[in-house]
């Protein structure tokens, strides 16, 4: 199975993940502490979201919402600090909220909230096997989860989050079919997923701050790097986390402000290391875009510095990570590129 292939099916649950939140009813209590969690996750205060998210497994240690929240936290802070060093603790979350969510499934007339979250249980871990060069178990995740959600929309078709992905799945898909799009079964639904994202922001429970981060991947893929800004500085205002930051960086790259996007790698750099739990694979890309931005502003020895901080991981770090590109082959490309030119 190509690369190319395995992406369509994975970015429906790669962005769907977080739909399970909006759909389980949750005594006030619970309700209480998950807000409190998601919060406090949002602003990038791990430990006490996780310490939050404990708590909900022990109030209802059957109920598999909990664990589906601590699997989450994890695979937000694999994503958002580029790093693998939680997989463990993800994996256990995530396996036992499937199986929790199974229990559920196999009682009398499940609700769609149970299917909804049984299958983005099973998307998450998919997408983390994914991501791990585990293709054949990534795509049998894809298949279970994608039977759960369609289980799920016939029972209630009116939970708006659930546009979320589902609108994510219509942009991508479309994106990456282009050389199909005259067949009638096939065509252009990017405009549909991209309203359906919209949906989600002002109709879901909790998929406001997700479906923005959504709109700011298909931005990028527009090239509208206006909104891919107005976006990120929403978002930044709003909770300041570091996450829209990432995108605020590609935007800045991408209309040429290399004074500004070294402003704001560094500042990247900065916040990535207040974090004990951070990846050196952050770190790269950082440099990598430093050393970038160096070299088209002419600064040929600072660029250096940088990309010859990159080369010595080379073969030492993870880099085949979903929607992650090979910084460190980039930067040998560009280490080459100054030295037949200066």
Same mark, same amino acid.
């Given at each position: @199975? ?6 369509i099916?994975f ?8 739909? =399970?939140?909006a759909?389980l009813?949750?005594?006030?209590? @619970? *309700?209480r502490?998950?807000? /409190?969690?998601?919060?406090? +996750? $949002? ?6 979201? @996780?310490g939050?998210f /404990?708590? +909900?497994?022990?109030?209802e240690p *059957?109920?598999?919402?909990?664990y589906f929240?601590?699997a989450?936290s ?6 958002? #600090?580029r ?7 993800f994996?256990?979350a ?18 769609? *909230? =149970?299917y909804l979250f049984?299958?983005g249980?099973?998307?998450?871990r998919g997408?983390r096997?994914?991501? =791990?060069g585990?293709w ?5 995740d ?5 039977d759960?959600?369609?289980n ?5 078709p ?10 994510? #799945? ?5 994106v ?10 096939v065509? /252009?639904e990017r ?5 359906? =994202?919209?949906i ?33 500085d929403e ?7 570091l996450?829209p930051?990432?995108?605020?960086g590609?935007?800045y %790259? ?20 207040e974090?004990?739990?951070?990846g050196?694979?952050?770190?790269i890309?950082?440099? &990598? ?5 160096? #070299? ?9 510095? #940088?990309l010859?901080m ?9 880099t085949?990570? &979903? $929607?992650?590109e090979?910084? %460190?082959?980039?930067?040998e490309?560009?280490l080459?590129?100054?030295?037949r030119?200066?």
């Amino acid at each position: @199975m190509s690369f190319r292939i395995v992406k369509i099916i994975f970015i429906f649950y790669l962005i769907n993940k977080i739909n =399970v939140f909006a759909a389980l009813t949750l005594s006030p209590e @619970m *309700e209480r502490i998950f807000l /409190d969690g998601l919060n406090r +996750l $949002f602003r990038d205060d791990f430990v006490g979201a @996780m310490g939050k998210f /404990d708590s +909900l497994c022990v109030i209802e240690p *059957e109920n598999p919402f909990g664990y589906f929240c601590k699997a989450f936290s994890y695979d937000l802070i694999m994503d958002e #600090y580029r790093n693998l060093k939680f997989m463990d603790e993800f994996d256990e979350a995530a396996s036992t909220a499937i199986k929790k969510a199974e229990i559920l499934e196999k009682k009398e007339n499940p609700s769609a *909230e =149970v299917y909804l979250f049984s299958g983005g249980a099973i998307g998450i871990r998919g997408v983390r096997r994914a991501m =791990v060069g585990n293709w054949w178990g990534a795509f049998m995740d894809a298949l279970k989860a994608a039977d759960k959600v369609e289980n799920c929309l016939k029972i209630d078709p009116t939970l708006y989050d659930a546009y979320y992905g589902l609108g994510t #799945y219509h942009y991508w898909k479309s994106v990456k079919s282009k050389i199909f799009w005259w067949l009638p079964f096939v065509g /252009d639904e990017r405009k549909k997923g991209v309203d359906e =994202v919209k949906i989600s922001i002002e109709k879901g429970k909790f998929t406001e701050i997700p479906g923005k981060l959504c709109l700011l991947r298909i931005y990028i893929e527009e090239k509208d790097f206006n909104e891919v800004l107005r976006i990120a500085d929403e978002l930044i205002r709003r909770n300041n986390n570091l996450h829209p930051l990432w995108f605020k960086g590609y935007g800045y %790259i991408y209309i040429e402000e290399w004074e500004k996007a070294i402003d704001l790698y560094n500042e990247i750099l900065q916040r990535l290391r207040e974090k004990d739990f951070y990846g050196i694979e952050g770190e790269i890309e950082c440099w &990598y875009y430093l050393a970038l931005c160096n #070299y088209k502003l002419g600064k040929i020895e600072d660029a250096k510095k #940088y990309l010859n901080m990159i080369l010595p991981y080379k073969g030492k770090v993870e880099t085949k990570i &979903y $929607f992650y590109e090979n910084y %460190i082959n980039s930067a040998e490309k560009l280490l080459e590129k100054i030295s037949r030119t200066n």
